[in-house]
């Protein structure tokens, strides 16, 4: 649980390099990604799985509601 919960928190920071109501093509999310880490697969993986981004027919976008780092935890 502590590695998962570490791993979220991760996400949410990443998460907020996207804004909130805007789509994104699969290369300009690598482009985002690319700058925190180079397997940009893997957390655009993570990211979705996470229920942080949604994706569609090559599109990505942030998921309304998602959690972010700067959300207070309950």
Known sequence: ???????LAILGHLV???????RYSEPEVNAIL???????????????????????????WRVAGAPSASAPSR
Request: proline share 2%; aromatic share 8%.
């Open 34 to 60: 690319r700058r925190f880490h180079e397997d940009t697969a893997t957390l655009r993986r993570e990211l979705v799985a996470a229920g942080l981004m949604a994706r569609k027919a090559g599109e990505y």
């Open 1 to 7: 649980p502590a590695q998962h919960k570490k791993l």
């Open 16 to 22: 907020e390099s996207f804004e909130s109501d805007r």
